[in-house]
């Protein structure tokens, strides 16, 4: 099973918002989540299947879709914000990872 | 709240052992029901599942690395370690460790900051 990501690379302005895609090969349901990971910092859950938001998240972050067609939105986007934000399944084993987008914050 | 630390040498010489331990605080590695996973990304590539074990010992690897991964656990230290055996540069990566289970059944949360290790002579 595949998840593909896209775009690869987003650049926006502070206050701006962002979606993201994450496309499966294969149907998941609704068994995908979101992380976002910082150098040198541990990648951290963000939402997980597919739309509960993790304990201390914004919510401004939101994850929707089902199936194989999923989006993590990000409204109001703060400097924090720049990362690379990565999809993940655990409906097929083994689980497996999108190849992350780069939300950039000019 | 439950805290993951990856510890080990940052550099590996090629064909050698590569060598890691996850420490895990706030915690019990022995809570029911949790998986304790490594997972590790090289440069340009995404995220990818090495291995997991559970407090009884119970492991599965990535059928890729079988032949070389070796996860243990010991309990009364609070931490799981990793073993790949005759690495080569390809084995270059970001290494976590991670935790299954908690809060977020099924989900890999928390996670450790991630040790850089690399293959070279």
Redesign the interface.
């Given at each position: 099973l595949v998840l593909t990501q896209s775009p690869a690379t987003v650049s926006l302005s502070p206050g701006e918002g962002a979606t993201l895609s994450c496309r499966a090969s294969q149907n998941v349901g609704y068994?995908l989540?979101w992380?976002q990971l910082k150098p040198?910092?541990?990648?951290?859950?963000l939402i997980?299947d597919e739309s509960n938001r993790?304990?201390g998240v914004p919510a401004r972050f939101s994850g929707s879709g089902s199936g194989t067609d999923f989006t993590l939105t990000i409204r109001n986007l703060e400097p924090e914000d720049s990362a690379v934000y990565?999809c993940?399944q655990?409906s097929h084993w083994?689980?497996?990872?999108?190849?992350?987008t780069k939300v950039e914050i000019k | 709240q439950v805290q993951l630390q990856e510890s080990g040498p940052g550099l590996v010489r090629p064909s050698q052992t590569l060598s890691l331990t996850c420490t895990v605080s706030g915690g019990s590695i022995s809570s029911g029901g949790d998986y304790w996973y490594w997972i590790r990304q090289s440069a340009g590539k995404r995220l990818e599942w090495i291995g997991r074990i559970d407090s009884s010992g119970n492991t599965n690897y990535i059928a890729s690395l079988k032949s070389r991964v070796t996860i243990s656990i010991d309990t009364s230290k609070n931490h799981f370690s990793l073993r790949l055996e005759s690495v080569t540069a390809a084995d270059t990566a970001v290494y976590y460790c991670a935790r299954e289970g908690g809060p977020y059944e099924g989900w890999f949360d928390p996670w450790g900051q991630g040790i850089l290790v690399t293959v070279s002579s």
């Open positions: 068994y989540a992380y040198g910092q541990a990648p951290r859950l997980y993790a304990s990565y993940q655990r083994p689980p497996s990872f999108g190849g992350g | -």
